[in-house]
């Protein structure tokens, strides 16, 4: 493993964090290779296609060609350490790009110039505000054939705002790119740079009431004393740098990392992260100071779990400094694990490092009690110090798993908890109701790469189908029930006599069981064994072999014989005369009803609405979120949810998001109910 010293550029003001993310296919990977290359980190440039670039490691990520993890490099370029996070850009796989964020201080939108704004570009974008993150945004591909990068701009300017403004321009048909910030003077193939120097100063020194002053005498100040209020108007969002780029050709590539050195925040100059003390409402806030030799302060954004290696916890240093031989605390843990090895990573490369300070990206391995999320410490007052949680979008995709052979269950469930603790945006849960494993995500491509990598790297397969919908039978009206059982078979035989009436309960009131006999009719020792029998038939289901709930049984009489009556004898005629009752009740099969909230674009409402009346919704209300997004309350029968997120996607262009909760139990239509009936007549005759 190779060894080296990072002394050198231990100075926190030479780091700089910044994460690629966008739209997948808009180029990030291949940035991430092209900005390597040239600050000579690689030898020589990967490809995506042979499957030799040092992000996409994963053996899935090579055969798909498709990032699916979030990959950690790093380089050096003018004696400043610039740590990249490649993120994938699908929207199934949040749960690996979100976290990223907690990591950086600048989030660099990459745009293909071929295909435009997509829609993960400007999810992401607003994520990135929402953390307060410095943004910036990167055109790539600009030699693609056919395009207009003044009408992109343009494009930029009308979605993110007005403040986004070219750093460089492209000159020479698209083959090269020209500074506007330092430079005033000269030509782009849009024309006369200087236009977009004054607008990028302009943007800048209105942060600074002295700049303004001081610009409005002169007409100009040298870029180089913008420093100050540059950093300010990123931090603020009041400048969004946008850089022009080919991965493929180089063009820009040299420029884009003297903007990352030169204009982009070092850990000092950015906005602290939000750190809490304390859960909950009683939570207050906490800022992290970038000081190497205050106590440490470290976030663990990403955590990798290998059948082989183990355990690695991936984390950004925000406070103090972690060297080899740290004693360092997870969250309120009690007992320190001591750092054996740290690394930077290149990939699927591990670099050991003799020390990390605030703004660098660093790793640990086989510290099996680190988990995502976690703050590492060195003082125990720190011990309930946590990060604002991010606003990861709820996964409601879900897949029942089993494993193929069975007794095993216990490692089926080890190995998908496994998977679940490297990616937050994925829940297991067994379902009582149904008795089953379920696997939730955020979409059908989300799980099959999940089930992909359980097959491919724990070697375990397993069987997967729709969840059962956790259907409930009751009774809608008063009943009678009557059962007789007798058994002689030429020993001791079997008698018990059962009279029982039963009503229906409020939605939700569950099960309620009443003795009324009088007179010894069915002797005392013998009524637990009638309710028994009427339990069975609770758990069971009497017309489509689900649960009843929300009944009432009351015993009122019966018969018993002084030999012959036992336990069995009445558990059996409880358990037939509450069936011969339900029969009479009017019984229904209830279906779960959940709230659903789904978070559109405006122009997908009158799509979103009219879908989900077609699958018996009902519309509660609506509500607009901002940045051209509405809130659709309402509620449906889970039933009609099944690949629910796969239609959303496709009347949204992938930007549509939707929770559930489980509102209440209504029947279901006549025509749902025979169907389900005539199912459980052909599984009881089988």
Excluded at 65 to 89: C, E, K, W, Y
């Amino acid at each position: 493993m190779p060894s080296r010293s990072n002394g050198a550029a231990a100075d926190m003001e030479a780091v700089r964090t910044l994460a690629l993310v966008g739209a997948a296919a808009a180029g990030k990977t291949s940035l991430a290779e092209a900005l390597l290359y040239k600050a000579g980190a690689i030898g020589a440039s990967g490809s995506i296609e042979r499957g030799s670039t040092v992000s996409d490691h994963d053996p899935l990520e090579r055969r798909l060609q498709h990032s699916l993890n979030a990959s950690v490099m790093h380089l050096t370029h003018a004696a400043t350490r610039i740590h990249l996070i490649d993120t994938p850009g699908g929207p199934d796989f949040l749960g690996q790009s979100l976290p990223a964020l907690e990591a950086v201080e600048t989030v660099a939108v990459v745009i293909n110039a071929a295909t435009g704004i997509e829609p993960m570009a400007v999810r992401m974008m607003d994520y990135a505000a929402s953390r307060h993150l410095a943004r910036m945004i990167v055109v790539n591909k600009i030699d693609s054939q056919g395009i207009s990068l003044a009408g992109l701009l343009a494009d930029i300017q009308a979605t993110f705002g007005r403040e986004c403004l070219p750093l460089n321009l492209p000159d020479g048909v698209n083959r090269q790119v020209i500074d506007c910030f330092f430079n005033r003077f000269g030509r782009s193939d849009f024309g006369p740079v200087e236009a977009a120097h004054r607008a990028l100063v302009e943007q800048v020194v209105e942060v600074d009431a002295a700049f303004v002053d001081r610009y409005l005498e002169e007409g100009d100040v040298d870029p180089s004393e913008l420093h100050a209020p540059l950093e300010q108007a990123l931090r603020e969002g009041h400048l969004i740098p946008v850089c022009f780029v080919s991965s493929r050709s180089g063009a820009g590539v040299a420029e884009l990392l003297d903007i990352i050195v030169k204009l982009l925040p070092d850990p000092t100059e950015a906005n602290p992260p939000d750190f809490l003390v304390g859960e909950g409402t009683e939570a207050q806030p906490m800022q992290a100071t970038p000081d190497p030799s205050l106590h440490v302060l470290a976030h663990v954004f990403k955590v990798t779990i290998d059948p082989y290696v183990g355990k690695m916890g991936i984390f950004r240093v925000h406070q103090g400094t972690v060297t080899r031989d740290s004693q360092l605390y997870i969250g309120d843990g009690r007992k320190p694990f001591k750092v054996g090895h740290l690394f930077m990573l290149q990939g699927k490369d591990h670099i050991e490092v003799s020390h990390a300070v605030p703004g660098d990206i660093v790793a640990v391995a086989k510290v099996d009690d680190i988990h995502f999320d976690a703050v590492l410490h060195d003082a125990a007052e720190d011990s309930h110090v946590h990060l604002a949680p991010l606003a990861f979008p709820v996964p409601v995709y879900g897949l029942a798993v089993e494993p193929k052979r069975r007794g095993d269950e216990q490692r089926a469930w080890e190995i998908l908890g496994k998977l679940a603790a490297e990616d937050p945006c994925l829940r297991i849960e067994h379902v009582a109701a149904t008795n089953e494993t379920v696997l939730y995500g955020l979409g059908e491509l989300h799980l099959r790469i999940v089930l992909d990598r359980l097959r491919e790297v724990y070697r375990f397969e397993v069987q997967t189908r729709a969840p059962h919908i956790a259907y409930r039978e009751t009774v809608t009206a008063p009943a009678a029930g009557h059962h007789r059982h007798k058994k002689q078979s030429g020993g001791a035989g079997q008698f018990g006599e059962v009279f029982l009436r039963i009503e229906p309960l409020a939605r939700g009131t569950g099960f309620q069981f009443v003795d009324e006999v009088r007179g010894g009719t069915i002797p005392g020792q013998f009524i637990p064994a009638v309710e028994k029998g009427v339990r069975e038939v609770l758990a069971c289901g009497a017309i489509a072999g689900y649960p009843v709930v929300d009944v009432r049984v009351v015993v009122h009489d019966g018969k018993h014989h002084s030999v012959d009556s036992k336990d069995i004898a009445f558990a059996t005629a409880g358990r037939k005369a509450f069936m011969a009752a339900i029969q009479e009740a009017q019984p229904v099969v209830l279906e779960p009803i959940v709230q659903i909230e789904i978070a559109v674009p405006e122009h997908s409402v009158g799509d979103v609405v009219s879908d989900m009346s077609s699958r018996r919704g009902l519309i509660t209300g609506t509500s607009g979120t901002g940045a051209g997004t509405v809130t659709i309350g309402g509620q449906v029968p889970e039933a009609e949810l099944a690949n629910y997120q796969s239609r959303l996607n496709a009347m949204t262009s992938g930007q549509g998001r939707y929770t559930i909760a489980l509102s209440h139990y209504d029947a279901v239509p006549p025509t749902v109910q025979r169907t389900l009936m005539g199912q459980y007549k052909v599984r009881d005759e089988d």
